[in-house]
């Protein structure tokens, strides 16, 4: 097993069992579970008595048997705005579990080739001239599916759907009434035409900012579509499981943003709503930060434990709701910057392949989808604060070509440490700062922040980087940045390949003193994006996640045929 920053925390061995409880009382206090740096001991003595799996305790509720309705369940690809994409490929549906009652027994599963005008990137259409491929209804009996494959058995064809019209509100067949889901649905087609309709108008000004320059992929765009977010997303978290481990995070640590998300959603009263129906997506509010600390047996290299407990609280939540099954977890999301995140989500085969995963570990090589998973920024809040780390002075004020500081954590470091320790008074490459100089100060100093990968691709060095108002030099294989479908990450960084490690300098000094200016000022004004405020403010960190979900779910359509 890769070694991981994990290994310095302090785990327990506990007995796995969450019981099921009402969060609905929760003081709304921010990260009111997650300041101390352990969990308080009533918490820990309800953990020890909790040794009843959750698909024991699921068993006190009435259990689905198979479905007998008809979903859809619809993938736009490729990307809004041209981020990093991966070829399209249909939502996948496996057999969850031998324990699982829960698979439906009809699904639709759709593939479309090319994006539909309205959401889509100009360039991105240009790629293929070929239409969306028509949408078949497809009968699947469980014993058809093999759990692993993205391939579907056929076992006869019900009916051909045409594919619809993005500009006009989707086609449905004739019914009686509407249902809660279908006008959802109708709202996501119509925030997907106004954003086609935005990408080629102009921008109204907004009191609190307005996107504009090269700092963005498409700016009308993502200022349309993120009003459309602020006026009709909304999230439904499963209450089902108790802190620590659910319903809680870190909020002074690398995982800090873990913390702060599950915190701030539960306390949103704008975007959280406590009826399903409504909801566009849905949270599994565990903790991966948690799990490593109190379920994982520390030196022990098993995953088991972890992976039991999430499928555990998957099934249970399987059993009590019908949304899971619905859009096979297409419209769910679960959140981690532990590195362990990618690995946890493997619990399922829906949740690894179906769902929306947003990881700091936004690695491609290890199965990162930039077309349904979203990049999480990694912060690493100290104090549990932004305060007195946001600023820097003008690029003539920094003497310092390029700065590094940090220990042989993976296999990128030592290459620069290699290359670059104590070699060269312009890149300023350090395994430990000598005594009284500060970390940040020489941030501040800087003109470039040298953020290499550790033993995992994201590194909090990203963010700090953009707090200090120095320009970041990204030097990783296989990682997608955050928020990357909406930031033009090449206007305010630089990107230098491990190979070209031996010739940074020259990277460096061959940008010219113009470019490393307008640079520095876009670092500065996309900063607000990467800021934490508590509560959350508009275009901070916070909303700039729940955009990038919005986005993915913009992605999907979920359809009910009954």
Known sequence: MKKTRSSSLELSNIDRGIEVVDMGGVSKKWCGFCCSSSASSSSVKLLMFMVVPLIVLSGSFSVLGPLTSNWVVLSNYPWLWGSPTTPSSPVSSEKESKKRLDFPSQVVVVEVHSMEEAISDDSMLNRSSTPPHAIESIHVQPNDIKEGTRNVSMSGHSSIVPPTNESHVPMMKARRDYTELDRLEAGLSRARAAIKEAKHGNQNQDPDYAPVGPMYR?????????????KQFKIFVYEEGQPPLFHNGPCKSIYSTEGYFIHGIEMNEQFRTRDPDKAHVFLL???????????????????????????????LVARNYPYWNRSLASDHFMLSCHDWGP?????TPRLHKNSIRV???ANTSEGFNPTKDVSFPEINLQTG????????????????????????????RPVL??????????????????????????????????????????SPRVVEAIYAGCVPVLISDHYVPPFSDVLNWKSFSVEVPVKDVPNLKKILMDISPRQHIRMQR?????????????????????????????????NVRVRNDA
């Open 285 to 315: 509010p565990f903790s991966v930060t948690m799990l490593v600390r109190y379920v994982y047996v520390r030196d022990s290299h098993d995953f088991s434990p972890i992976k039991q407990t999430v499928t555990d609280y998957v099934n």
């Open 359 to 361: 990881l700091c570990n």
């Open 385 to 412: 604060s932004i305060q007195g780390f946001i600023g820097g002075p003008s690029p003539s004020r920094r003497p310092i070509l390029a700065f590094f500081a940090g220990g042989l954590h993976g296999p990128i």
């Open 218 to 230: 498409r700016a009308n765009a993502f200022y349309r579509s993120y009003l459309e977010m602020e």
């Open 417 to 458: 440490l290699e290359h670059w320790e104590n070699k060269d008074e312009d890149i300023r490459v350090h395994r430990y700062l000598p005594k009284g100089i500060s970390y940040y100060d020489m941030m501040r100093k800087s003109k470039y922040c040298i953020c290499p990968s550790g033993y995992e691709v994201a």
């Open 343 to 347: 690995e946890t989500s493997r619990s």
């Open 522 to 554: 876009r670092v500065v004004q996309v900063r607000r994006h990467f800021e934490v405020h508590y509560p959350p403010r508009r275009f901070d960190v916070f909303h700039m996640i729940l955009h990038s979900v919005w986005l993915r779910r913009l």
